[in-house]
């Protein structure tokens, strides 16, 4: 006989599930020990719930096909929780399985007991408890279809002695249905737009990672408009190689050219974006937008025309309809703006940048102690790292110094918890990644607050054999907490780090590490963490006082900003 655990074991390794992630616990026990005796699954034990649920979303991400994570009774369960809201805001497949009390104690506020259905509510397109064997398979394979085709998290709850029950002798193997193909916006609507970008009014372009399969549709449409084209973090991947028409991104992460090619716009074409920072978008102008989900449509900005369909399903139908724009003033002067600010970050990346007489006048007010800046880290990781390499970033400074000095070329990959915004992302991100192909170069831009809050998981990288680059902004600070601080005319307050000496902590756990504090050394130490055999983490000791000024910085920004910088100076300077 099979029992039900072994039988959802079984049809998940059917469909091509492959590894596992979670913490052990009794009421998974009848899961894990299926595990156990199917080769074709690897069962992944992090050191704390959140990592897996973490990791697996990163896996969705990359993949497109369903993470699996578990959580045990009560408390193992509802440490999923923040790893599974980020699969939810990233639109990512996951199937999460939770133990639960046996069934005769349900209801009866038994030790760790927890209404898991009521708990999952919000973060879940689907949550039901499998309470006897005869609700095989359509329970499962109502749970894996609906993640598929809401793209979302699936939890299937399971009392600790369900899990062992046996399946009816005739059970039939679950069929998870494919996703929906992919379909263009109507005609009608498609023909509107098409007039509307056949006239002369300037277009820009704000590409989101809905786009990310239409890349040969978006540049051609940049082309015809002569339309600059701003990309979202998250469409850095697959958009921003080898594009002439971009300008950066927008956001508190962007640059003053990606504003002003936005501002300057008559006509702003969303493709493939829910791009959320309201005051990020420009006033009266037409909007067009497209997107697969309708519940999309105008919800960050008022739009004129609305485009519900696949970005390059549509923009296939839509190409064929527009002539080529003589006038490229607009992308030009969008372009040249651009190329302006990037070189003027340059200097910054100097690894030798404060002891040139400019430098040794700017560091004199941003970088007194002379520490490493956080943007030569970033570009030295650039540099060296394989054009293959899979990227994940912490929410912070970390992920705004990789918006701009990391290019994604080749086949990189870019992971990170960019619609939730969660601490602690990076590495169990990484994990994820790096269990997919233990071969491939995968690469953590962690903080040092969001390393510490999870620093278990640097043990499991050992553990499990995944050979992670953990590179850490070690600012002893919850950096962008305190820029927020200082613009808002506040000194910092409980931002400050007392970090170990965190290369040494993680020596201690197994890792290869090493400390670095001279920005002379930063290119040898990057290659060199590269380059080794194995989990590594690489702890650079950067500015604190870095700012990484906004692209569109208002006047009570700068007054809030000097009167914070003076108060601190009185306060602890």
């Given at each position: 006989?099979?029992?039900?655990?072994?039988?959802?074991?079984?049809?998940?390794?059917?469909?091509?599930?492959?590894?596992?992630?979670?913490?052990?616990?009794?009421?998974?026990?009848?899961?894990?020990?299926?595990?156990?005796?199917?080769?074709r699954v690897?069962?992944?034990g992090?050191?704390?719930?959140?990592?897996?649920?973490?990791?697996?979303?990163?896996?969705?991400?990359?993949?497109?096909?369903?993470?699996?994570?578990?959580?045990?009774?009560g408390?193992?369960?509802?440490?999923?929780?923040?790893?599974?809201?980020?699969?939810?805001?990233?639109?990512?497949?996951?199937?999460?399985?939770?133990?639960?009390?046996?069934?005769?104690?349900?209801?009866?506020?038994?030790f760790?007991?927890?209404d898991?259905?009521?708990?999952?509510?919000?973060?879940?397109?689907?949550?039901?408890?499998?309470?006897?064997?005869?609700?095989?398979?359509?329970?499962?394979?109502?749970?894996?279809?609906?993640?598929?085709?809401?793209?979302?998290?699936a939890v299937?709850?399971?009392?600790?002695?369900?899990?062992?029950?046996?399946?009816?002798k005739?059970?039939?193997?679950?069929?998870?249905?494919?996703?929906?193909?992919?379909?263009?916006?109507?005609?009608?609507?498609?023909?509107r737009?098409?007039?509307?970008?056949?006239?002369?009014e300037?277009?820009?372009?704000?590409?989101?990672?809905?786009?990310?399969?239409?890349?040969?549709q978006v540049?051609?449409?940049?082309?015809?408009?002569?339309?600059?084209?701003v990309?979202?973090?998250?469409a850095?991947?697959?958009?921003?190689?080898?594009n002439?028409?971009?300008?950066?991104?927008?956001?508190?992460?962007?640059?003053?050219?990606?504003?002003?090619?936005?501002?300057?716009?008559?006509?702003?074409?969303?493709?493939?974006?829910?791009?959320?920072y309201?005051?990020?978008?420009?006033?009266?102008?037409?909007?067009?937008?497209?997107?697969?989900?309708?519940?999309?449509?105008?919800?960050?900005?008022?739009?004129?025309?609305?485009?519900?369909?696949?970005?390059?399903?549509?923009l296939?139908?839509?190409?064929p309809?527009?002539?080529?724009?003589?006038d490229?003033?607009?992308?030009?002067?969008?372009?040249?703006?651009?190329?302006s600010?990037?070189?003027?970050?340059?200097?910054?990346?100097?690894?030798?940048?404060?002891?040139?007489l400019?430098?040794r006048?700017?560091?004199?007010f941003?970088?007194?102690?002379?520490?490493i800046r956080?943007?030569?880290?970033?570009?030295?990781?650039?540099?060296?790292?394989?054009?293959?390499?899979?990227?994940?970033?912490?929410?912070?400074?970390?992920?705004?110094?990789?918006?701009?000095?990391?290019?994604m070329?080749?086949?990189r990959?870019?992971?990170?918890?960019?619609?939730?915004?969660?601490?602690?992302?990076?590495?169990?991100?990484?994990?994820?990644?790096?269990?997919?192909?233990?071969?491939?170069?995968?690469?953590?831009?962690?903080?040092?607050?969001?390393?510490?809050?999870?620093?278990?998981?640097?043990?499991?990288?050992?553990?499990?054999?995944?050979?992670?680059?953990?590179?850490?902004?070690?600012?002893?600070?919850?950096?962008?907490?305190?820029?927020?601080?200082?613009?808002?005319?506040?000194?910092?307050?409980?931002?400050e780090?007392?970090n170990?000496?965190?290369?040494?902590?993680?020596?201690?756990?197994g890792?290869?590490?090493?400390?670095?504090?001279?920005?002379?050394?930063?290119?040898?130490?990057v290659?060199?963490?590269?380059?080794?055999?194995?989990?590594?983490?690489?702890?650079?000791?950067?500015?604190?006082?870095?700012?990484?000024?906004?692209?569109?910085?208002?006047?009570?920004?700068?007054?809030?900003?000097?009167?914070?910088?003076?108060?601190?100076?009185?306060?602890?300077?």
């Amino acid at each position: 006989m099979t029992t039900v655990a072994e039988h959802i074991v079984t049809a998940l390794a059917d469909s091509g599930v492959r590894q596992v992630w979670g913490v052990v616990g009794d009421a998974l026990n009848p899961f894990t020990d299926a595990i156990r005796r199917d080769d074709r699954v690897e069962w992944v034990g992090v050191r704390h719930e959140e990592a897996a649920a973490f990791a697996v979303s990163a896996q969705a991400q990359l993949t497109g096909t369903v993470g699996v994570c578990m959580g045990t009774v009560g408390p193992g369960s509802i440490h999923l929780l923040n790893g599974l809201y980020d699969a939810k805001k990233s639109h990512a497949p996951v199937l999460a399985i939770c133990g639960q009390v046996p069934s005769a104690e349900i209801g009866t506020d038994f030790f760790q007991e927890v209404d898991n259905d009521t708990l999952f509510a919000d973060v879940a397109v689907w949550a039901h408890t499998l309470s006897a064997p005869a609700q095989l398979p359509h329970l499962l394979e109502q749970a894996v279809n609906a993640a598929y085709a809401q793209r979302g998290v699936a939890v299937l709850t399971v009392p600790g002695d369900v899990g062992d029950l046996d399946v009816p002798k005739h059970t039939t193997t679950p069929v998870f249905a494919p996703s929906p193909a992919a379909a263009a916006a109507p005609a009608d609507a498609v023909r509107r737009v098409a007039e509307l970008l056949g006239g002369d009014e300037a277009v820009t372009l704000l590409v989101g990672c809905g786009a990310r399969t239409a890349r040969d549709q978006v540049l051609e449409l940049a082309d015809l408009l002569g339309a600059p084209m701003v990309l979202t973090l998250k469409a850095k991947e697959g958009l921003e190689h080898d594009n002439p028409f971009e300008v950066g991104q927008s956001g508190l992460i962007g640059n003053p050219a990606a504003a002003k090619a936005m501002d300057a716009c008559d006509v702003l074409v969303l493709v493939g974006t829910d791009f959320p920072y309201r005051d990020w978008y420009p006033k009266g102008k037409t909007v067009v937008q497209l997107d697969t989900r309708g519940e999309h449509i105008g919800r960050r900005t008022p739009v004129a025309h609305a485009l519900v369909g696949d970005a390059e399903a549509t923009l296939d139908a839509l190409l064929p309809q527009l002539a080529r724009r003589a006038d490229r003033t607009h992308l030009d002067k969008a372009v040249d703006a651009y190329r302006s600010w990037h070189d003027g970050q340059q200097a910054l990346l100097d690894p030798h940048h404060d002891a040139s007489l400019l430098g040794r006048a700017r560091a004199v007010f941003d970088n007194p102690d002379e520490r490493i800046r956080p943007e030569a880290l970033a570009a030295a990781v650039d540099r060296l790292a394989p054009d293959s390499t899979i990227f994940t970033s912490d929410t912070g400074m970390s992920t705004a110094w990789l918006s701009r000095f990391v290019t994604m070329r080749g086949t990189r990959r870019l992971v990170g918890s960019y619609n939730l915004g969660s601490m602690a992302n990076a590495l169990p991100m990484a994990l994820g990644a790096q269990a997919l192909d233990r071969t491939r170069p995968v690469v953590s831009f962690s903080g040092d607050g969001g390393l510490m809050m999870l620093l278990g998981d640097l043990r499991t990288a050992v553990t499990h054999d995944l050979p992670v680059k953990v590179v850490v902004f070690d600012n002893g600070r919850l950096g962008m907490v305190k820029l927020e601080q200082e613009q808002g005319g506040l000194p910092e307050f409980g931002t400050e780090l007392d970090n170990p000496d965190l290369a040494a902590v993680a020596t201690a756990m197994g890792l290869t590490a090493r400390r670095v504090t001279d920005a002379g050394d930063l290119d040898e130490a990057v290659a060199w963490a590269l380059a080794a055999v194995g989990p590594v983490l690489l702890d650079v000791v950067t500015n604190p006082d870095e700012v990484a000024v906004p692209p569109k910085p208002t006047l009570a920004q700068g007054w809030g900003f000097a009167i914070a910088k003076s108060r601190e100076a009185f306060e602890s300077r």
